[in-house]
């Protein structure tokens, strides 16, 4: 089984391709959505939140105030810090776990999706790194369209993650999406067939 890190700052088109290499026959381990299912109202991991930032950033109908939350953390590294060592070990385990169950249905390819794979997770867990880049103002703009985000919360986001620069090194392939869907599509097509021809 070929195990994939897929990784990219916000706004890079990261999920972009992970879908692509979804399509394509690869198993998808979404970090992202690990992380929001450790967050749902009861868990442990809501409650260690809740005590450590205020129960401000807890909605009335017991969700996960999202926004409130990321404003008390952006900008603040030892809260950032702080968030991620409460969330991070829950989606380390839960995705094992999947991992296991890829390994024992005997999955192919297995691509897990995780932004933070540098600044959270360990490189060396992976028999490959993928990362997918792209220029900051182009990120900016993805922000901005997508999310509804002003200029200065859009970088606030850019700037909490670690600069693409310090990851390429780091990393396998590096896929640069700062065109169209189409060119970004061919360009995952051909890191993927690269991966599972060596892969066999």
């Known amino acids: 089984m070929l195990h994939i890190g897929l990784t990219g700052n916000i706004g890079s088109g990261k999920s972009t391709v992970a879908e692509l290499f979804r399509r394509w026959g690869a198993t998808i381990i979404d970090a992202d959505r690990l992380a929001r299912d450790a967050q749902q109202p009861g868990t442990p991991v809501l ?43 829950e989606v380390r385990r839960r995705s094992a776990e999947l991992l296991r169950a890829a390994a024992a249905r005997g999955d192919r390819v297995v691509v897990t999706d995780i932004p933070l794979l540098f ?16 220029p900051a103002a182009v990120r900016r703009a993805r922000l901005a369209a997508a999310r509804g985000l002003s200029t200065e919360e859009a970088d606030r986001m850019i700037a909490s993650q670690l600069p693409p620069e310090a990851k390429r090194a780091q990393s396998d392939f590096v ?10 599509e061919r360009k995952a097509r051909t890191v993927w067939e690269r991966l599972t021809a060596e892969s066999g």
């Open 119 to 134: 600044e959270a997770a360990d490189p060396g867990a992976f028999d490959v790194v993928v990362l997918v880049e792209a």
């Open 47 to 89: 409650a260690a939140i809740a005590a450590r930032f205020g129960g401000d950033v807890i909605r009335p109908d017991g969700e996960l105030d999202r926004p409130a939350l990321r404003r008390r953390v952006m900008g603040d590294p030892a809260a950032l810090a702080a968030l991620n060592a409460i969330v991070h070990p």
């Open 175 to 184: 896929i640069e999406n700062a065109g169209t869907l189409e060119d970004l």
